[in-house]
């Protein structure tokens, strides 16, 4: 049970990373932001790499199209949060206050964020049933 947790953790860490820890802090130069953003693309392609290269060739086709998904998980929740801070801005800009001008974000974005909480945990079950029928890559993605 130990190793199903420690392969799907390591796993879905690899999947669904935060991009944020690409960003670059705000108030930097674009050169440095450009350049901390590049960092980080070579980063997550590193870790892309790495992963794919530890598996068996056999298996890396599922891997990938996992992986996939997750970025495109990300994309998603990145479109959700801009789309919730746009509907809190617009709402304080309304005279709301900020309690007020945050359940009206919240509301304006539940559908939505219903689908990216159906989509995230679409994906992590997908990675555990992965996990679960490959169980001699688990000493590998541990």
């Not at 670059?24 to 932001?33: E, I, L, N, R």
């Not at 509301?107 to 049933?129: G, K």
Request: hydrophobic residues 50%.
């Amino acid at each position: 049970m130990t190793k199903k947790l420690v392969l799907t953790a390591a796993v879905a860490a690899a999947l669904i990373a935060s991009p944020a820890l690409a960003q670059p802090p705000a108030g930097q130069a674009p050169a440095q932001a450009g350049a901390a953003a590049q960092l980080g693309d070579l980063r997550r392609e590193a870790r892309r790499l790495t992963l794919l290269n530890a598996l068996p060739t056999e298996a890396r086709a599922e891997v990938e199209a996992l992986m996939a998904r997750g970025e495109a998980l990300r994309a998603t929740e990145t479109e959700l949060q801009l789309a919730r801070l746009q509907a809190y801005v617009a709402a304080l800009e309304t005279g709301e206050t900020g309690a007020e001008a945050a359940a009206t974000a919240q509301a304006a974005v539940a559908e939505q964020a219903e689908a990216v909480e159906a989509q995230r945990s679409a994906l992590l079950e997908d990675v555990r049933a992965f996990g679960e029928s490959h169980p001699t890559l688990r000493r590998r993605l541990a």
